[in-house]
């Protein structure tokens, strides 16, 4: 990488993300090319962003057909690809409408914003706490900051936005204790992703699915990450057999574009009237027509199929290394979204893969995120079992005392 595209980046843009120095310029697939022409395999997909690989052929048509027909026009009219995609999402999951925007702090801060208003239009204007999952998160807006259970994402911007609760993931007597007279909704990841990779315990969605309607709230799931297909089914809370009243979604949709989603039951979707909320660009007729088209292949039930498999098949490999390495301590995951829980800082892991040409990510200290294109092959699996295998093995060489000293 040119020091003059890191010196100008300094120079003209925040900054706020502590950036790995590589400039990539092109993608394939699972693979990536940076400015000195070295390739590198894919397994963050831009965090969970890219399932179909980077410049799917047919996401890239629907994109350039539409860039030369239609971009924007204003959600004061219709358009075609928008309505096709809100019938395609409502009839793939239990919701009978969508709202549209643009990422998923924003379609986080749609769901709280309508669970308030369904919640003051039903039973009046006392009840607008929401409880969230400490380790969550939900976004970097004020609301969704405040709805954020970490208090690093918080520091420095307090005052929060009133009337979020926190309760431990998991754990149903929090969550109940949680709730006053107050409460109107609990917001929760099937799986928390930034949180370190925390997956929930058998029947705690059915449990908190039944607690939520006995005491009336809304259940929100957070689907931004685990949505369309990263855990294995389209949503991954079909997997806890629950239904829940919103969902919202973003990363994946479009395979890079931006957009966010929030889709709710027809029971609370009437308290958004019309004027109470709108966003300018959402579900403008280029993205969502990028979306149809990813959606038609995400939602395939033999590419969900492939991706419980080949899921499967990695998180056996990560096994396989756990056996080896004493400072591996656990391999959890869904479909492909995995996580390898180390004993040791995992940083230094990630610097080592970009050398050795794998991007990976770490999150939480000390827990490897794998979360590659959801078209990622077995060859592709096992050459990162390679990489790691070789790093793991410096690891070793490193930390054992050296033998003939
Ligand atoms: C990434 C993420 C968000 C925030 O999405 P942005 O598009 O960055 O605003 C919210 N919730 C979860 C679970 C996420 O993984």
Known sequence: ???????????????????????????????????TGKEYLDFLAGIAVCSLGHCHPEVT???????????????LFYTYPQVQLAAELTRLSF?????????????????????????????????????????????RTLATLSATGQSKVQKGFEPLVEGFVYADFNSIPA?????????CAVMVEPVQGEGGLNFPAPGYFRELKALCRERNLLLIVDEVQTGLGRTGTLFAHEQEDIKPDMMTLAKAIANGLPMGVMLATDEVSGSFSPGTHATT???????????????????????????????????????????????????????LLIGLELGIPGARFVQKCLERGAVINCTHETVLRFVPPLIVGRDDIDRLI????????????????????
């Open 61 to 75: 048509r629907a994109i350039v057909e539409n860039a030369g027909k239609l971009v924007h026009v204003s959600n």
């Open 175 to 183: 969550v109940e204790a949680a709730i006053t007279e107050k409460t």
């Open 281 to 335: 660009f959402g579900g403008g007729p280029l993205v969502a027509s990028a979306a149809l088209a990813s959606l038609r292949i995400l939602s395939n039930p033999d590419f969900l199929r492939k991706v419980r498999e080949n899921g499967s098949y990695f998180m056996e490999r990560l096994e396989g290394l756990k056996n080896r390495y004493s400072f591996v301590k656990q391999v959890r995951g869904r479909g």
């Open 95 to 139: 919701a009978d409408k969508v709202f549209f925007c643009n990422s998923g702090a924003e379609a986080n801060e749609a769901a709280i914003k309508l669970a308030r208003k369904y919640s003051r239009d039903r039973f009046g204007p006392d009840r607008f706490h929401v409880v969230t999952m400490k380790n969550s998160f939900h976004g």
């Open 386 to 405: 390679e990489i790691l295998d070789g790093i793991f093995a410096e690891e070793s060489d490193e930390t054992r005392p050296a033998l003939n000293s």
């Open 1 to 35: 990488m040119s020091d003059d595209i890191k010196a100008q980046c300094r120079k003209y843009i925040f900054e706020t993300y502590a950036r790995t120095p590589v400039a990539f310029v092109r993608g394939e697939g699972c693979r990536l090319w940076d400015d």
